[in-house]
Nanobody
């Protein structure tokens, strides 16, 4: 069955870094665009970063540009989110998303990121 399993979240001080990973299985990873979303307390889930199936097109939310980097390894069926210069407002549950068309969309269960001193 389809699985997206996020890891790498945790508690970090402002200015620190974390690297999130999302391991995919149960579908042809290299055919899917991959994204990271986040949901902060009391807010809706927002797109953080997206990468095309081959990795040639990448987009970021304005709030994370220059601080976060999305990448993927199609040989390992894994997508990453390197997060640097973290701020308290980055605190959220981070979700991995796989999409091929509107009919084929998968979500992970999320990993908590807390930025606090």
């Amino acid at each position: 069955q389809v699985q997206l399993v996020e890891s790498g979240g945790g508690l970090v001080q402002p200015g620190g870094s974390l690297r999130l990973s999302c391991a995919a299985s149960g579908f042809t990873f290299s055919n899917y665009a991959m994204s990271w979303y986040r949901r902060a307390p009391g807010k809706e889930r927002d797109l953080v970063a997206a990468i095309s199936s081959a990795g040639s097109n990448i987009n970021y939310a304005d709030s994370v540009k220059g601080r976060f980097t999305i990448s993927r390894d199609n040989a390992k069926n894994t997508v990453y989110l390197q997060m640097n210069s973290l701020k308290p407002e980055d605190t959220a549950v981070y979700y991995c998303n796989a999409k091929r068309t509107n009919l084929f969309v998968y979500w992970g269960r999320g990993t908590q990121v807390t930025v606090s001193s």
